[in-house]
């Protein structure tokens, strides 16, 4: 059994994220709703903390672990946010804000068993510390939690959670069996984000509304922004995975192609090599050095990638799904929540400066 994530660590996921409420509540008007934000993730946090305790030891120490290993609690963020077009941050809004983040959490040790994943939030990954099939059950747990808690805010959240659920599900089955003959393969990939990353992300912007009573007609805004900025938020990934961030996340530079996994510079100089002959010779290096895995011309292939104009017409698709979310937003009404989602989106993109 590993120790427990020390106490430093874990107020980390809670300090990093209201770092990032500054950044969208910016102005001297929107600081009362900053605060009640702030207050709502304190709550939140405390949620999750109960719920994923269980009397069996191995179960308490595993379900915990990337909870207390840190994350920026986007998703029950947002949660609160959409929850301030009604009444705000209300028992079956902060109920909602913690499903989504157990389902987020519970997602993350499956996709680190198939992923392969030594590292995760800094830390080594729960399947690196117990093994695949502790990750894997400690994943199905968290589910299982998420589902009695959502049980608890009736039928609506039930459905919505089962929803968004197959859309996660049918995101990683469309990964792993990758596009199929006649498909494109950056359309394939931005679709398996929109279900992988997206629906989520919706899902916890749609429960805000709902669970807030606020407006039905902004349920279908907050959705498209929530899919749209979720899209944004992994294609901006895509770039960072390309620079070595070991300060934040102990990760090497291109974890994610080591990993075989096709982010979207790699399939546009895919697209790129068919006519370009010296796209060509970077996509032999890259993928003969993801076969090798160690190779020093594979590092330097990677930094190569970082430069190529590839990487950023990536940021540019970026900046266009984020702009799409923001205009999504035009049904809701001008005034502190408009403007934190615009900044909210904004911050998404601005991650990989």
């Known amino acids: 059994m590993s120790p427990a994530i020390p106490a430093t660590r874990r107020s980390k996921a809670l300090s990093s994220q209201l770092g990032l409420t500054e950044r969208i509540f910016s102005s001297r008007d929107d600081r009362a709703m900053a605060a009640t934000i702030e207050d709502g993730l304190a709550l939140v946090e405390e949620g999750l903390l109960r719920e994923l305790e269980f ?12 909870l207390s290993a840190g994350g920026k609690r986007v998703r029950p963020m947002l949660t609160l946010l959409t929850a301030q077009l009604g ?28 992923d392969e994943a030594e590292q995760r939030r800094g830390v080594p990954s729960a399947q690196a510390v117990w093994g695949n099939s502790v990750a894997i059950l400690t994943g199905d747990l968290l589910f299982a939690r998420a589902s009695k808690l959502v049980a608890s805010l009736g039928e609506r959240a039930i459905i ?14 469309n990964e792993t069996a990758g596009p199929q003959e006649g498909d494109d393969p950056i359309e394939h990939y931005i679709e398996v984000l929109a279900n992988k990353t997206g629906s989520l992300i919706a899902a ?4 805000g509304v709902v ?23 992994q294609l901006v990934d895509d770039v960072i995975d390309l620079s070595p961030r070991a300060d934040d996340t102990g990760k090497v530079a291109g974890t994610d192609l080591r990993a ?24 032999a290096r890259l993928e003969a050095g993801i076969a090798s895995d160690e190779s020093p011309e594979f590092e330097s292939a ?52």
């Open 160 to 173: 919505l959670q089962a929803d968004t659920f197959e859309r996660l599900v049918l995101g990683q089955l």
């Open 260 to 283: 075989g996994v096709p982010t979207l510079p790699l399939l546009y100089l895919r697209r790129s090599a068919l006519t370009d002959p010296q796209a060509a010779g970077l996509l």
């Open 204 to 207: 916890a912007a749609q429960m």
């Open 87 to 114: 009444d705000g941050n209300v028992p079956a809004v902060l109920a909602a804000a913690q499903v989504v983040e157990i389902t987020h959490l519970a997602s993350l040790y499956h996709d680190d068993v198939m």
């Open 211 to 233: 669970f807030s009573n606020a407006a039905e007609e902004y349920e279908n805004a907050v959705m498209l922004f929530g899919e749209r900025i979720g899209v944004a938020f």
């Open 302 to 353: 990677i930094a190569e990638l970082r430069e190529h104009p590839v990487t950023a017409t990536t940021l540019a698709e970026a900046q266009r799904w984020a702009d799409d979310a923001v205009a999504a937003l035009a049904p809701l009404p001008d005034g502190s929540v408009k403007k934190a989602l615009t900044r909210f989106a904004e911050a998404m993109v601005e991650r990989s400066r």
């Open 55 to 66: 009397a069996d030891n191995i179960a308490d120490v595993t379900s915990r672990y990337l």
